[in-house]
C-alpha cells in the first residue's frame, strides 16, 4: 500500500524544475577501438526511480534514454581492440613516456568538466542522487584525477635514479600489466569507476569499460572525451547483459587484470572463467556489512550524529555505510530515544528538491525486498521503532529503525543496502567480536565511546578482523590518500590514490654489472634519450 504522504511528493511533470528537466538520450553508438561505432542493435530502456503520476494518476518510472545491448560478438572485438592497442606491451600507449600519458589525462579531464552539468543531471535522474551529492561525486572525481597524476609524478621522480648495491647498477621502475577489464558500482557510477580506470590508463594499461546497469548512460557524454585524449584502442566501452558479454572475454585468457566493484558471488564466477588464475590480477571491492559499536561511556550525541550520516548517506546504497549497530543494553534506550526522531526527521523527496536526504531508490524491486527484511524481522520479535519507518510509494521508501535484531534474522547477516537500519543490544563486547569473527565481511567498523582503555582493547582485535577501525566516526572511503581494501569476501587488493597506481602497475628493473664498458652503454642510451623506460628524465 502506498502512503499519501510520499505519493505527493513526486512530481508532475510541469512541477520539474525546467534546469533539472531532460530529454531521453537514445545512445546509438560505442567506443570501440578509438572510433564512435554506431549501433543499430537491441537496446535497454534505462528508467528513472523518479515517478510522474499517469493520466490515471498511477505512478510511472520516467524513461530517461536507451544504451545499446551487445553480444559476445562486440565484446569479442572491443577486448581484439585493447589487446592489440598494448601489443604486448609494445603498443603506443604502454610504451609512451610518463609525462605524456600525464598529458593526455589532463586534455581528458579539460573535456569531461565541459560536460559537467548534463553528466550530474544524468546521476540525479537515473540512479536518484540528490543535486548536491551528485555534484560532490562529479568534483571528487576530478580531484581524485589530478590528486593521481600528482602522485604518479612524485612516483616517476623517485625511480628516476640509478642504484648501485652489491656490485649491480639497476633502475627499477614500475610497468603497465597489460588488458583491463573494469566494472564499476551503480552507486558511485562515475566516482567508483574512475578511481580503477584512470590509473589504470595511467599507468599503461588498455581497457575494457563496462558500464553498470544502473548508471550507464551518464558515461556515454565523456565517450567522446575519451576518444579523443588517448590513442585508438586504449579505452573501449563495453555494453549488453554482464552474462552475455563477460564469459567470452574472461574465458580467452587475453584480460590480465579484474578490477569490479560488486559483489564476492559475481567476483568468483567472473575469475573461474579465467583460464590461467596465476596470470589474472584482480583488484576489487565488494560485499560490506560494517558494524558499529556504542559503549556503555559513548558521547551519544556524537554517535548518533555520526551514525544518522553512516547509515543513510545516499539512502545507505553505499559500501562503506554503517549496516548493522550494536548498542550496550544500558544504554539502547536512551540512544533509541536521541535516533529515532533524526531518522524521521530526514527529508525524503526528489533528487533537486533542496535540503532532500531520502530520494528514489533505482533498483525496481529493492523496496519489496526492504519490505521483506522488515517482515522477517518482525516475525522473530523486533520492530520498526521510528515514526513512519518503513512506509513506501513506488521508489521511495522511508527509511526503518529495527530493533531488537538477533541472530537469525536476514538483518543481521544479509547486507541490505538501502534505508533500513538493524539495531542488536549487547551486554558484553565479546558478542561483538564475535560476530565480526564469524561474519563473512570485513571492511570497515566504528567504535563510538570516549574510555580510552575500553576503547584501546577494541583496536587490537578489530583491525585484524577489518581493514579499518573508525573512532567516534562513521564508516567511510576518504580521504583518497587513506588505503581502501577489506578482509574475507568484501575486498581483494587495496585502493587509494597511491596504491590504485601500485596495484595496476608492476616494478620492473634493470641491471647489469657496475663495470667501465657498462655504465658506458647505460650513459649512451640516457644520454641520448633512447629508452623510454630507462631514463633520467625528471617530471615537474
Known sequence: MNDPQLTQLFPTNDQIPAEFRIEPIHQRAYLLNGEMKQWDGPVSEVYSPVCVPDE???????????????????????????????????????????????????????????????????????????????????????????????TLKTMDRNSSRFRIEEGIIGQIRRSPLGVVLAMGPFNYPLNETYTTLIPAILMGNTILFKTPKHGSLLHYPLLEAFRTSFPKGVVNSLYGRGADVIPPVMQSGK????????????????????????????????????????????????????????????????????KIIWVHRSVADQFLSKFNPEVSKLKPGMPWDAGVQITPLPEPGKPDYLTECIRDAEASGATVVNEGGGQVSASLFKPAVVYPVQEGMKLYREEQFG?????????????????????????????????????????????????????????????????????????????????????????????TKDTAANKEVLNDIVGDHKSTFLSTNFIF
Not at 99 to 108: G, L, V
Not at 455 to 468: G, K, T
Request: charged content about 20%; overall charge negative.
Open 56 to 150: 490515471q494518476g498511477e505512478l510511472q518510472r520516467q524513461l530517461v534514454g536507451s544504451y545499446p545491448v551487445t553480444g559476445p560478438q562486440q565484446a569479442l572485438e572491443a577486448l581484439d581492440a585493447a589487446y592489440a592497442a598494448y601489443n604486448n606491451g609494445r603498443g603506443e600507449w604502454p610504451q609512451m613516456a610518463v609525462a605524456d600519458r600525464i598529458a593526455c589525462m589532463e586534455t581528458f579531464v579539460g573535456k569531461m568538466l565541459e560536460q559537467k552539468k548534463l553528466v550530474v543531471n544524468l546521476i540525479m535522474w537515473e540512479i536518484g542522487k540528490n543535486l548536491a551529492d551528485a555534484t560532490k561525486e562529479f568534483d571528487r572525481t576530478v580531484t581524485y584525477i589530478y590528486d593521481t597524476i600528482d
Open 255 to 322: 584480460v590480465n587484470v579484474l578490477t569490479l566493484i560488486g559483489s564476492s558471488r559475481v567476483a568468483d564466477q567472473l575469475q573461474r572463467q579465467h583460464p590461467k588464475l596465476n596470470r589474472l590480477r584482480s583488484i576489487m571491492s565488494l560485499d560490506a556489512k560494517n558494524a558499529a559499536i556504542i559503549l556503555p561511556d559513548a558521547d551519544l550525541d556524537v554517535a548518533v550524529k555520526e551514525c544518522l550520516l553512516g547509515t543513510l548517506s545516499f539512502n545507505g546504497q553505499r559500501c562503506t555505510a554503517i
Open 419 to 511: 534505508p533500513v537500519i538493524p539495531i542488536v543490544p549487547f551486554d558484553d563486547v565479546e558478542e561483538f567480536i564475535d560476530y565480526l569473527i564469524t561474519d563473512d565481511h570485513g571492511m570497515q567498523a566504528s567504535i563510538f565511546g570516549t574510555d580510552s582503555n575500553a576503547i584501546a582493547q577494541l583496536i587490537d582485535p578489530l583491525v585484524n578482523l577489518v581493514s579499518r577501525v573508525n573512532i567516534n566516526a562513521q564508516c567511510q572511503r576518504g580521504p583518497d590518500t587513506f588505503p581502501f581494501t577489506g578482509r574475507k569476501d568484501s575486498a581483494e587488493g587495496t585502493l587509494s590514490v597511491e596504491d590504485a597506481l601500485r596495484s595496476f602497475s608492476i616494478r620492473s628493473a634493470v641491471a
